[in-house]
Structures are given as structure tokens and as C-alpha cells.
């Protein structure tokens, strides 16, 4: 077989080449520090690492919206505590207002102590996360969701809490629904109430009324109404159902309904016990503030006075329970998001290790190898301008 001068030059010209693509791709490499520069380098590898990079980009999405997380619940949980503040401080007021040395000038003052509480109850109620969304708005969250009308107050948040995704098929709520927390009190025991009439003027008033019998009550209102030493029991229509004989301190158990009075009531004074309604915590705070500040000069005044301090003691110890339990959940959810912020974490890195080793170039092996293939080309273009200065009267001579 013939081999032309001409081939001999061309495949010398294409190994240059060849080399001085080399050469350009490992300075590339170093330059940018990625040892993978196209799919063509390792297909497999360049495979894997945009898997990597997905799966990274995934953890860093859940981990930003773990961490946002754990701002909200965080500052709800400490709205919450206010919040828990604020009605034990209500209490206090009002056990304090319940004293008979109190006169109306310091009753007023603590009326007007408890409406400044319901005025920043509202207020923690209304917080927002310092970015412009309400805590305690759902998942309308864009707008303030409580408003005060006067007697009580307006919700305009939705009921579905905002959730965020921590992980796959895993999300969390980043907020209770103001509607779950400070509206839909039960008032009374939670399942009836009691009133004292406005006629009376005896000194008993309600100790204890709490439904011991759930399957003897109808759900119908009915009274009580005291004459001599008996009382009797009228339906809602105001018809005479029963007459019992009662004594000053007696309990009494009607349609399932334990009721236990203190003092001697006068004849005709008359208690109603109704089926629960539903009010919310600033329509309670408003409610003691009214009691405390109402009249209390004759005997039947302070004795329905009494009364309806203790259903609202009772409301209000329920309300406390039941910001207790919300804030334990939201303990516990701030819990969960710290644990998946810190897994988050801990898959980030490691990812990004094994990313690197995937992309990375080994900066000494490169330089190294650059400084081979620099070498080789310097001495390929060296022998390649030798052989070309070559002719047959050299080799004559």
C-alpha cells in the first residue's frame, strides 16, 4: 500500500487538531471548574447530575417553605400566649370585680379595664406576619380578618387553614383559621345557659348548672320559678309542668340538668335555663365588662349579677382551654417544621457532595493533565515543522 506525502501531512494535521481540542477542553474545564462541559463528556454522569440538580432543587423549595414555617407558627404561638395572658388577666378582673367591697367608681374602672382587654385581644387576633399576611386569617390572608361592631365581632378570614409543602406528599399548616379559635364559644356549660329574670329580688343566685343527662334533655328552654318553700318547673311556653319542694342550697336535676343555687330566693324570682348559643371571645370580654359595670344595688340586682358572672367564669375558663389546646398544636406543628427544615438541610448537603463529585473537576488532576497535553502539542507542532522543511535532496546529502 501507497502512503502519499500528502496523507502523511493531513493525518500529522489531525492529530494537532485533535490535541489542541483537548488542550481547549481541559483549560475550559479549569476555567469553569465543571468537568462535565457537554452530555458528550460522561452521559451517565451528566445524567445523574441533572437528576441531582432537581432533587436539590426540590429540598430547597421544601426547606424555604419549612423555614417559612417555622416564622409563622412561631409567631402564632406567641400570639397565642398573649392571647392566654389576656384572658387570665380577664379573670382576674373579674373575680376581683365579684367582691362585695366593691363599689361602683372601682367597678367601673375594672368595666373599663376589661374593654381595653377586649380592644387588645382584637388586636393579637388582627396580627400580621410582618410581611402583610394575617396570622389567624386562614387562607385568606391577604386582608385584616376581624372587625368590632359594637356588640360583637366580624370574621372575614376564611375557615381553611394555609398549609405549605415540607416534603413529598407532606404539607403543614402554617396558621389556625381565626373562626377555629376565637369565634364559636359555646355559652353556658356548652350545652345550656342559665339567666336570671330582671324581676327578681331575692338573694339566691347560680353556684353550678351543668347537664349531667344528656339523653333527658329535649333541647327545650324552660324557667324556675320560686314560691314559699317549693319551686316550679314551667315549660318555655310558660306552662306549669311540675312543683317541687326545694330548700335554700339544694341542688336540683330537671331534664337532665343539674342547677345548684346559694341564698334565699323571694317569692316569684325566676331563673330560665336555655339551650347554648354561640358567641366569640371579644363578645365574652365585652359581656363580664357589662356585668361588672352594671347595676348592682338591690339585693336581686347583685344576686343576677352573680349569676351571670359565673356562666361567663365558666365561658371563660372554656375559652382558656381552648387557646391552650390550639397553642399545643401549633407547638407541635413548629416541632415538625424544625425537624423537616433540619432533615431538608442534611439531604441539601449531601447532594451537593455528591453533585460536586459528579461536575466538579479535580483542579490538580486537570492541571496536571494540561500541563501533558500542552507538552505534546509543542512537541507534535515541533516535529511536524521538521518533517515539512524535510526533502529528498536532504536525504541525498
Do not use: C
Not at 28 to 42: E, F, H, R
Not at 240 to 245: D, F, G, K, W
Not at 300 to 305: L, P
Amino acid at each position: 500500500m501507497r502512503v502519499s506525502t500528502l496523507l502523511l501531512h493531513q493525518r500529522s494535521l489531525d492529530l494537532m487538531q485533535m490535541q489542541q481540542q483537548n488542550l481547549l477542553r481541559t483549560q475550559t474545564q479549569l476555567a469553569t471548574q465543571q468537568k462535565l462541559l457537554t452530555a458528550a463528556d460522561d452521559p451517565g454522569d451528566w445524567a445523574a447530575a441533572m437528576g441531582m440538580d432537581q432533587l436539590l432543587a426540590q429540598a430547597r423549595r421544601y426547606q424555604s417553605n419549612a423555614e417559612a414555617a417555622q416564622h409563622r407558627l412561631s409567631l402564632e404561638e406567641s400570639a397565642l400566649a398573649e392571647a392566654q395572658d389576656v384572658l387570665a388577666h380577664a379573670r382576674e378582673l373579674a373575680i376581683q370585680a365579684n367582691s362585695s367591697t366593691q363599689s361602683p367608681q372601682t367597678r367601673a374602672v375594672i368595666a373599663q379595664e376589661l374593654q381595653g382587654l377586649r380592644a387588645q385581644l382584637l388586636a393579637i387576633a388582627n396580627r400580621d406576619d410582618g410581611q402583610g399576611r394575617y396570622l389567624f386569617a386562614g387562607a385568606r390572608d391577604a386582608a385584616e380578618p376581624f372587625s368590632w361592631n359594637g356588640s360583637s365581632a366580624s370574621y372575614a378570614g376564611d375557615d381553611a387553614p394555609r398549609l405549605l409543602a415540607i416534603g413529598n406528599a407532606r404539607s403543614i399548616a402554617v396558621g389556625d383559621a381565626g373562626s377555629a379559635v376565637f369565634m364559636g364559644l359555646a355559652t353556658g356549660d356548652g350545652q345550656v345557659q342559665v339567666s336570671a329574670d330582671v324581676a327578681n329580688t331575692g338573694a339566691t343566685h347560680l353556684q353550678q348548672a351543668q347537664l349531667r343527662n344528656p339523653a333527658a334533655y329535649d333541647g327545650n328552654a324552660f324557667s324556675l320559678r320560686f314560691v314559699g318553700g317549693s319551686v316550679e318547673i314551667r315549660d318555655a311556653a310558660d306552662t306549669l309542668v311540675e312543683t317541687r319542694s326545694y330548700e335554700p342550697g339544694s341542688s336540683l336535676q330537671v331534664n337532665g340538668v343539674e342547677l345548684r343555687f346559694a341564698g334565699t330566693p323571694a317569692d316569684g324570682d325566676r331563673y330560665h335555663i336555655e339551650p347554648s348559643t354561640q358567641q366569640d371571645m371579644f363578645a365574652l370580654l365585652d359581656k363580664l365588662a357589662n356585668i361588672v359595670a352594671g347595676p348592682q344595688q338591690t339585693t336581686g340586682e347583685r344576686a343576677g349579677a352573680q349569676t351571670a358572672m359565673q356562666q361567663a367564669l365558666s365561658e371563660l375558663e372554656a375559652a382558656q382551654a381552648r387557646l391552650s389546646s390550639i397553642r399545643t398544636g401549633a407547638g407541635l406543628r413548629l416541632g415538625a417544621a424544625q425537624d423537616a427544615a433540619a432533615m431538608l438541610s442534611a439531604q441539601t448537603v449531601e447532594a451537593e457532595s455528591a453533585l460536586s463529585k459528579l461536575r466538579d473537576v479535580d483542579v490538580a488532576e486537570a492541571a496536571s493533565r494540561l500541563q501533558r497535553e500542552l507538552l505534546a502539542l509543542q512537541a507534535a507542532q515541533a516535529a511536524h515543522a521538521r518533517v515539512q522543511g524535510l526533502s529528498l535532496f536532504d536525504y541525498l546529502r
